[in-house]
């Protein structure tokens, strides 16, 4: 651990990312899922973003969720220096000024991109700050809030449809003059795909706190531990099984929904089949074995697929 502080600076932030922000394992979901935004936003202008305005609505977005990252290191470091010592922070890997000023950068990193790209988004990213910034302080009753896991986690995950449609603003306004009626996309329909948004990130943040209990941790909360494995397993089924007409409503506007059908429902019928809390493999209880974050990624990464890329690729709509 001395040694790991004497490290040059850019060599102990990527050790800090491959420990608490892999990007082998995050990168892929949050390419598709920026990606998918922006390409849904300009298949509904009938058209497809520019390459400069896809990375860059990609890059920005996406970078929330290490801005997410981080302000959890401050939020939990109280509780990581008593039950978890091993993490980069409470090891002295990186100090909290440390990611304090990554976190600086890449809010003037997101900025910088927004006014080259888009600076009619300049309303939404601020939106989308001002949310984060409430996250980040728990909205000023943390100790309430953490004593309702549910609604903390409710209140929590506003954060990605937000960001999801600062990904579409970014490959849509700089078209607006485009668009018919003044140049405005009717709200309702983007209404299914900021609540499939919305439960993608509901079920990703269920499966990451579903364990098995020899993988429990002392002074860590999940969902297990709180409702049991099989009760907390059915309701991230739930989740999952309920955005599937999400994806399809939203799949209507752009002509997608056969393909959207045709990707999906096979693979919920799997996770189904697999993930019932009460199934058996080969005799052993599925539900008490098995992580869920491989077919939590899986279906995510297919409805953004599906909705964004795929459509794009084939020339659907």
Known sequence: MV?????????????????????????PLILVFSGAAASYGARLVGGS???PVLLSAIVCS???????????????????????????????????RELALVALATVVLQAVLVW???PQAWGL???????????????????????????????????????????????????VGALPAGGALPGPVLLPL????????LAIEFARKIRSPDQEEPGVDTWSALWGRRPAQGRWLVVVVLSLPLALAAARPIQAMPLVLL?????????LVRYWPTSTLGGAPASRSEPLELPTALWTLATYAALGWLPALLRIG
């Not at 502080?5 to 102990?12: E, F, K």
């Not at 409710?154 to 700089?174: E, N, R, T």
């Not at 990707?263 to 996770?271: C, D, K, M, T, Y």
């Open 194 to 201: 900021l609540a499939l948004c919305y439960l993608n990130g």
């Open 62 to 96: 996406g970078a929330f969720f290490l801005l997410m990252r981080i302000a959890d290191e401050f939020k939990d470091r109280h509780d990581d220096q008593r039950c978890r010592p091993y993490r980069p922070v409470p090891r002295g890997l990186v100090s909290l």
């Open 3 to 27: 040694a790991e502080a004497h490290l040059p600076l850019p060599r102990r932030l990527w050790i800090y990312q491959a420990e608490r922000f892999p990007l082998q394992r995050h990168g």
């Open 263 to 271: 990707v999906l429902a096979p693979l919920l019928v799997w996770i």
């Open 125 to 175: 990213l601020l939106l989308t700050w001002g949310w984060f910034a409430l996250m980040s302080v728990e909205f000023g009753v943390p100790v309430w809030l953490r004593a309702r896991p549910l609604l903390y986690t409710f209140s929590h995950m506003v954060i990605v449809p937000l960001i999801a449609l600062l990904a579409l603003a970014m490959a849509v306004l700089p078209a």
């Open 49 to 51: 973003p520019a390459l």
């Open 116 to 118: 080259r790209v888009a």
